[in-house]
């Protein structure tokens, strides 16, 4: 009786390890993709960023998040002009950096 016990704890285990794969692979795939998310708002903001000074105004850093799916609530909004906003402009580098983007 005990070695069909053993035989059938394996395959439990194996397939244990098999979605602790798939999950780690999709956490990997998910941060991959949010980072991509971040490269490409830095980059088109620098591209609006005329003055290269690292400021662009909010309504164009927030609609661009919108554009790309990145949905902030009034708090985080408020956070973020409180902390890295000069004269109705954000600094986007290290804005975005802060940002968690869920996809």
Known sequence: MSGSQVGSA??????SKISITKSAVSQVDFKLKANNVKTKLKGLLKNVDAEKSGFVKYEVFFELLSLH????????VAYLKKNFSKNSTIN????????????
């Open 10 to 15: 394996a395959p439990s285990i194996a397939q």
């Open 69 to 76: 799916g990145v949905k902030l609530n009034e708090k985080a």
């Open 92 to 103: 986007y580098k290290d804005t975005v950096n802060q940002l968690t983007i869920d996809l």
